[in-house]
């Protein structure tokens, strides 16, 4: 009877670890996509050619092409942080004639230096000498008012260094991949409720993202507490009474006193 209540033992602390390892995930996708007639050529001050995109920034990597990318803002789910990013479904377009891209010489600054990126060949082309090597970059995630933005920069073209072919993506999935997020204890958190704050905080992150649709999933447990019908009483200790007071900057010079 002892060795049988040992095994039932044994399978229910086995069960339980097994349980605790479980890892909960997310998945969010957003559709790329890039029209053929917005891209547009132009000639530098070389000869060779610029290729622009409307709303694009481009790379800055000193002698090496000037190509587009974009830079999308993905809300991720409540609590959770970023495990993988990728391109799926990806649809190209080969333009059939080799393109003499112009290559970034930088920016001269006062002092005679150029301003721009450098960085070794083999960590931004591939061995075959395309230039990007990588499709798609995690820049970083920000937290605005409670919201969780990821910064992902998509690369849809990619050029030939040895035969000058450019490669367009024209369509394609951003997955991104997440897993839950540990708390920073840097992090600071509204706890008091205040009229207005959350629908215009929702508004503002529904304007800067491409998943407008999840900022719904987004629950926020602030605690209202009714306005005295006294002054604003300060404390020692964390109060939840608040005050008419929305900001409060402290400077250096205030701090040392």
């Known amino acids: 009877m002892r060795r049988f209540v040992l095994c039932v033992l044994g399978i229910v602390v086995g ?14 996708t957003w559709d790329f996509s890039l029209d ?3 891209v547009d050529f132009s000639k530098s001050e070389s000869g060779r050619e610029l290729v622009l995109v409307k709303g694009f920034q481009t790379t800055r990597f000193l002698d090496y092409p000037s190509v587009p990318y974009r830079v999308v803002s993905i809300l991720l789910p409540q609590g959770e942080k970023i495990s993988s990013v990728s391109l799926v479904d990806i649809e190209l377009f080969n333009f059939k004639e080799p393109v003499p891209l112009a290559y970034y010489d930088g920016e001269l600054l006062e002092d005679g230096t150029k301003l721009g990126l450098t960085a070794d060949r083999k960590s931004i082309t591939t061995s075959d000498s395309i230039f990007p090597k990588w499709q798609i970059q995690h820049l970083g995630t920000n937290k605005y008012r409670g919201y969780r933005i990821a910064s992902i920069a998509i690369y849809p073209f990619h050029y030939s260094l040895d035969s000058e072919q450019l490669e367009m993506v024209m369509s394609a999935r951003l997955v991104v991949e997440t897993v839950p997020g540990e708390f920073e204890s840097g992090d600071a958190e509204r706890k008091r409720h205040v009229k207005g704050f959350r629908k215009e905080s929702r508004k503002l992150v529904e304007s800067m993202i491409e998943n407008p649709y999840m900022s719904s999933s ?3 447990d602030d605690i209202k507490i009714d306005n005295p019908k006294r002054g604003f009483l300060p404390s020692y200790l964390p109060s939840m009474e608040g005050s008419e007071v929305k900001y409060l900057i402290i400077t250096n010079d205030e701090m040392k006193s």
């Open 15 to 28: 069960t339980l670890l097994m349980s605790s390892e479980a890892v909960f995930t997310s998945t969010v």
């Open 36 to 38: 053929r007639a917005k």
């Open 218 to 220: 987004y629950i926020f």
